[in-house]
C-alpha cells in the first residue's frame, strides 16, 4: 500500500485554506488513506487503494480534498497547449516498449521541497503502478537542453555511449545493465529484448534509456530549473497515458502551463496528454439499488463534484487522472465516500435466521478428526497450483484445468484439481524432517464443467510406506464415517500398476488408493516410498 510524506504548509497553499494536522486525519478518509505519523510539519499518508495512483501525491491529495471541502468542484480545470514538438516512434519497438507519451511544463521555478515531492510521485508510479518500471516508467528532463524532434528508438545494445545520471563516464545499454546498479536493479525487464529502447534528440543526445536511467544531461533535474519534458514509456497503452496524465495535472495544480506533444507513430499520431473522454451513466434508482439512499439528481450531482467527478443528465464524466472507474458501482461508490458511510442510518433486522453448517461439513469434520487420530498431520495447501505439479511431475495428462489468465506468477497459475500432488510437494520440501511423515488435507478442487468438490487426501513416507498401511488408514476412516466400500482394481498413472485401486462405495467410484509410482517421487525429488488415498467426500456424502 503506497504511502506518502508531505509537508502540512504545502498541502495549505495548495488547497487555499489552513487546517490542522488532526482535520488531515479526518479527511484521508476520503481518499481512503490512514495518516500514520505526524512530526511538526511532516504528514505522512498511507493508501488503501491501489487503483488511485493520482493520490500517491500531495497534488493529488490537495486535489481530492479542495472538492470535499468545497473550495472546488467538478472536473478540475486543466489547459494543455499543442505545438509542435514531436516524439518519433520506431515501428521496431513494437515487441520491446512500444508505447511513449510526453508533455512539456513551463514557466515555473522548481524549488528543493518541490523536487522531492516529483520524485516521490515518479517512485510510487513506477514501483506500484509501473509494477516495477516494467508496465510504465516515468522520466523527467530539463527542456531547455533538448533538440526536437526527440527519437524514440530500437537500438543495438552496444551501438550507443552516453554517460548514465550521477556518472562521469560514457557507457554502453549493455555496460549499464552490467554494471550499474539501476541497470542491474532493473535489467530483467529487457532480459529477453535483442534491442534496447533509447530516447534521443535530433542533435544526438541521449535523453535516457528506459525503463533504466536517464542521461546526466539532459536527464539530470535540479533545484531552480524551470522548464521540463516529462515523459512516460511502457508496455500498456492506458497505463502509460494515465501516469503522464497524473504528472501533467500534477504540473498544472503548481502553476506550470502545460504543453501537448504530438507523439508519431507508423500508423497514427497523437497528442499527450490523452485525455480518455470516459463517461458512465447511472440512475438514482442505481444509487439506490446500491447503496439504499434515495437521492435526487441534484444531489447525486453534487456528491460527484465533491468527488471531482462531472455529472450532467444521468451521465458522470470521469477525470483524465482516473481509470479506476469501470462500471456505474464504482462511482456509486465515491458518492457512498463522500455522503458519509458514518452518515448511514441503521437498517431495521426484517428476518431472523441461526446459522449452522453445510451438512457436509460434518461429514468433513469427522473425516479430519480421524485422520488426526490416527496421527496423521494435517497440511492446508494453496487452492491455486500449476499444471507443473498437478500433471507433469505425477506423470498424468490434464483432466480438466481451469487456468488463471493472468497470474501473478507460474507457481499459482492454476486451480487445483485434486490434492494428492500438493501433499508429495509439501513432503518434497520436508526431506529434512525425520521419517515417517504422514499427512492428510480435506479441502475444495475445481475441475472444468464441474461443481467444487470437498475431497480428502491423505499421504504415509517413510521406508516401509505400503498399499496395506495406507488402506489401513482409509479402513479406520470409512468405519467412523459409517460407510462400507471395496477397493477393485485399477489402473492411474501416478500409482505403481498392480498397487493401485479404485475405491467403490455403493457401486460408485469415490476415490484411488495406492503406492505413488517411484517416477513420481523422482519428480519430486523423494526417496523414500509414499502410499496415498484420495477421496471424494461430496459424492462420498451423496450416497
Not at 530483467?188 to 535483442?194: G, P, S, T, V
Amino acid at each position: 500500500m503506497p504511502t506518502i510524506t508531505f509537508s502540512l504548509k504545502d498541502l495549505h497553499s495548495l488547497i487555499g485554506k489552513s487546517i490542522s494536522a488532526k482535520e488531515v486525519e479526518r479527511l484521508a478518509e476520503y481518499a481512503k488513506g490512514d495518516v500514520e505519523e505526524i512530526n511538526n510539519d511532516e504528514i505522512k499518508i498511507n493508501f488503501e487503494d491501489t487503483n488511485l495512483p493520482y493520490l500517491w501525491s500531495i497534488e493529488g491529495f490537495a486535489r481530492l480534498l479542495k472538492g470535499v471541502l468545497g473550495k472546488e468542484k467538478g472536473i478540475p480545470n486543466f489547459e494543455a497547449e499543442k505545438n509542435n514538438e514531436t516524439i518519433i516512434v520506431d515501428k521496431n519497438l513494437k515487441n520491446v516498449r512500444p508505447f511513449v507519451a510526453a508533455f512539456a511544463a513551463k514557466g515555473q521555478k522548481i524549488n528543493a521541497p518541490l523536487l522531492k515531492q516529483i520524485i516521490q510521485l515518479q517512485e510510487k508510479i513506477c514501483e506500484s503502478y509501473g509494477r516495477k518500471r516494467e508496465k510504465v516508467a516515468i522520466g523527467v528532463y530539463s527542456h531547455k537542453k533538448i533538440t526536437f524532434p526527440v527519437h524514440y528508438k530500437a537500438t543495438d545494445p552496444n551501438s550507443v555511449q552516453f554517460v548514465p545520471l550521477d556518472y562521469k563516464i560514457d557507457m554502453t545499454q549493455a555496460e549499464i545493465l552490467d554494471a550499474h546498479p539501476k541497470g542491474v536493479e532493473y535489467g530483467w525487464i529487457l532480459k529477453n529484448a535483442k534491442k534496447y529502447p533509447l530516447l534521443i534528440d535530433d542533435n544526438g543526445q541521449v535523453l535516457s534509456f528506459p525503463p533504466i536511467i536517464n542521461s546526466n544531461f539532459s536527464g539530470k533535474v535540479e533545484a531552480g530549473d524551470s522548464d521540463f519534458l516529462v515523459e512516460a514509456t511502457g508496455t500498456d497503452w492506458d497505463a502509460v497515458h494515465l501516469a503522464l496524465n497524473i504528472f501533467a495535472q500534477a504540473f498544472f495544480d503548481r502553476g506550470f502551463k502545460i504543453y501537448a506533444l504530438k507523439i508519431k507513430y507508423e500508423d497514427k499520431t497523437v497528442y499527450t496528454p490523452f485525455d480518455f473522454n470516459e463517461t458512465i451513466k447511472l440512475s438514482p434508482t442505481d444509487v439506490e439499488h446500491i447503496l439504499g439512499l434515495k437521492l435526487s439528481e441534484n444531489q447525486i450531482k453534487a456528491f460527484l463534484e465533491k468527488a471531482r467527478f462531472g455529472y450532467k443528465k444521468g451521465v458522470a464524466q470521469v477525470p483524465f487522472y482516473r481509470k479506476d472507474a469501470l462500471h456505474k458501482v464504482d462511482v456509486i461508490e465515491d458518492i457512498g465516500i463522500m455522503y458519509g458511510y458514518n452518515n448511514f442510518g441503521e437498517t431495521e433486522l426484517k428476518s431472523y435466521t441461526a446459522g449452522e453448517p453445510k451438512p457436509i461439513v460434518k461429514l468433513a469434520n469427522l473425516s479430519r478428526d480421524s485422520m488426526i487420530g490416527l496421527g496423521y498431520q494435517e497440511v492446508m495447501s494453496a487452492m491455486l497450483s500449476n499444471k507443473s505439479v498437478l500433471y507433469e511431475k505425477m506423470c498424468i495428462k490434464d483432466f480438466g484445468t481451469i487456468e488463471i489468465e493472468s497470474c501473478m506468477s507460474e507457481t499459482h497459475s492454476a486451480v487445483r484439481t485434486w490434492i494428492t500432488p500438493q501433499l508429495l510437494d509439501v513432503l518434497s520440501k520436508n526431506k529434512h524432517i525425520e521419517y515417517p511423515q504422514k499427512i492428510f488435507e480435506q479441502g475444495l478442487i475445481t475441475k472444468k464443467d464441474l461443481e467444487d468438490c470437498e475431497r480428502l487426501a491423505s499421504a504415509t513416507a517413510h521406508p516401509k510406506a505400503t498399499f496395506t498401511e495406507i488402506k489401513q488408514a482409509l479402513d479406520f476412516m470409512m468405519r467412523n464415517l459409517g460407510y462400507s466400500y471395496l477397493i477393485e482394481n485399477g489402473k492411474h498413472e501416478s500409482f505403481i500398476e498392480g498397487r493401485v485401486g479404485r475405491i467403490i462405495v455403493n457401486n460408485q467410484k469415490v476415490g484411488y488408493i495406492g503406492e505413488i509410482h517411484p517416477q513420481v517421487l523422482a519428480n519430486f525429488g523423494l526417496e523414500v516410498p509414499v502410499a496415498a488415498f484420495e477421496i471424494n467426500l461430496t459424492d462420498l456424502f451423496k450416497i
